[in-house]
């Protein structure tokens, strides 16, 4: 009996994952940052006066106010709405390329691993061929060719992003094909369909979570250094990106330095805090992790 109430009392998997996330002060830290920031960024339109293009001829340049809390840039408009504009929009461009570079990788490294043999020699020679091509000039030819906004954006990022998780899929699934479940679903008839959604996905969850946590924070940083060169989100939309190209110039760095502070240091936040999130993950998913 006291056997038996031991078994319901110890914890599962996600429940140990969760403990060993708490335990890491840095991926806790990670989550009271990037929580306001998100609140901050969905609400902002119910309760702040301005909106990112609003502009306001008499506070042109000017500095932060109790109006104005971040400041306006050369046009009048309001930095903070901005800066939280900007965050809605990298927000999005990072959950949709995620979201799609993991079904791209996850199909490819699945498909590659339980299809056969011809297929994942195929596959991965595909695969060596993308991750051979130089990434940032990569980067700049499929966004020159898809062009600007958000959906192109979008898309760039996730055709660049996909190989390292299609290789870690694979890696996990070829070890998983060996298995008497696997052997014996394949046995049974089991089509490539069912193998992939009732055993493979499943089992590749800790890589896909802990993959897109981090993959998101590339893909801010990504959108950032495309809008900044022109080739990711065009003004008059707000970007942290084209905000802080906006701000290059010589004399807004020095006399209106609020125009690039605020929303390189949003950038900056952001990228720490998911990062850090994406570490404890990663740590909590593998308990023969060492975490400090």
């Known amino acids: 009996m006291l056997a038996r109430s031991s078994e319901r009392r110890s914890p599962g998997p996600v429940a140990r994952a969760f403990s060993r996330f708490l335990l890491n002060r840095a991926a806790v830290a990670g989550v009271c940052i990037a929580t306001p920031m998100l609140l901050l960024i969905l ?5 702040w006066a301005f909106r990112p293009n609003d502009i306001d001829l008499l506070a042109m340049n000017s500095g932060p106010t109790a109006t104005h809390w971040f400041g306006a840039d050369g046009v009048g408009r ?16 990072a959950v949709a390329s995620t979201a799609l570079s993991a079904v791209i990788g ?37 966004a020159s060719i898809a062009g600007t906004g958000i959906w192109p954006t979008v898309l760039v ?11 870690m899929i694979r890696s996990r699934l070829l070890e ?17 369909g069912h193998l992939l959604f009732r055993h493979g996905l499943p089992n590749s969850i800790d890589i896909l979570v802990v993959y897109a946590t981090l993959q998101i924070a590339n893909a ?7 809008s900044f060169l022109g080739l990711g989100i065009a ?17 807004v760095l020095e006399q209106y330095p609020w125009q690039w502070l605020f929303p390189g240091a949003a950038l900056i936040l ?8 994406g570490d404890g993950l990663r740590d909590a998913f593998d308990p023969r992790a060492e975490l400090n």
Do not use: Q
């Open 43 to 47: 609400s902002y339109p119910l309760w």
């Open 78 to 93: 309001d930095v903070f709405a901005r800066v939280l504009e900007g965050g809605r929009i990298s927000l999005l461009v």
């Open 106 to 142: 996850f199909l490819f490294g699945a498909i590659s691993a339980l299809a056969g043999r011809w297929t994942d020699a195929v596959s991965m020679r595909f695969v060596d061929l993308v991750m051979t091509l130089p990434p940032v000039i990569f980067l700049l030819v499929l």
């Open 157 to 167: 990022i996730s055709l660049l992003s996909w190989p390292l998780l299609a290789r």
């Open 176 to 192: 998983l094909r060996e298995r008497d479940f696997v052997m014996a679903a394949r046995g049974m008839g089991a089509g490539i």
């Open 220 to 226: 801010i940083l990504l959108e950032a250094g495309l």
């Open 235 to 251: 003004p008059p939309a707000a970007s942290w990106g084209n905000m802080l190209n906006a701000a290059r110039s010589t004399a």
């Open 270 to 277: 952001a990228v720490l805090a998911i990062n850090f999130i």
